[in-house]
């Protein structure tokens, strides 16, 4: 996810299904063209997680931490504390391959794979105002895992993915 002119990376697999996963967390600042790393994430290590961000403040929810162990656990990040604070679960059923961005003052989860490689299209909107989730209306598409998606003004776009539903 972007906060400003920044950029920010964190979590993933270094050899996938081989345990390999991780919980460091990097800033880019294309300015210096320069790496550097924040806190360390405050989950568990895991790999497969949405991310996005909401003003000065970044987010990470879901993933997998080892085979069919998918995660519902959502976490904020506050750009000028450094600092990482759980905030209410995921609400939806745990997931990997989900997609995840803002809108406003909201962020969105939705997609991916659920226990027992079931994939889904359902959506979710957090407000971090009152820390609540709130199901909203599917995507119009096919279920999928591994989509990706972006947002420009007042939409999300979500596109591209996976169907094992062929």
């Known amino acids: 996810f972007t906060i400003g002119a920044k950029g920010y ?3 993933g697999d270094d050899a996938f299904g081989t345990g390999g996963l991780k919980n460091d967390f990097w800033e880019y600042d294309p300015l210096t063209n320069n790496w550097t ?3 360390d994430f405050a989950g568990t290590a895991r790999s497969l997680a949405v991310g996005f961000s909401i003003g000065t403040k970044g987010y990470i929810g879901t ?6 162990s998918y995660k519902q ?3 904020e990040w506050d750009q000028a504390s450094n600092v990482w604070v759980q905030k209410a679960d995921f609400t939806g059923e745990a997931r990997e391959h989900a997609v995840g961005f803002s809108l406003g003052t909201k962020g969105y989860i ?3 794979y659920k226990y027992g490689n079931v994939q889904t299209k359902d959506f979710w909107e957090w407000d971090p105002a009152t820390n609540t989730w709130t199901q909203k209306a599917n995507f119009g598409g096919s279920e999928r895992a591994g989509a990706v998606c972006f947002s ?3 939409k999300g776009y979500l596109g591209t993915g996976y169907d094992l539903n062929f």
Do not use: L
């Open 63 to 68: 993933g997998s931490d080892g085979p069919s």
């Open 37 to 39: 790393q924040m806190m």
């Open 152 to 154: 420009i003004g007042t």
């Open 110 to 112: 939705g997609t991916g």
């Open 73 to 75: 656990d959502f976490w």
């Open 9 to 11: 990376i964190g979590t």
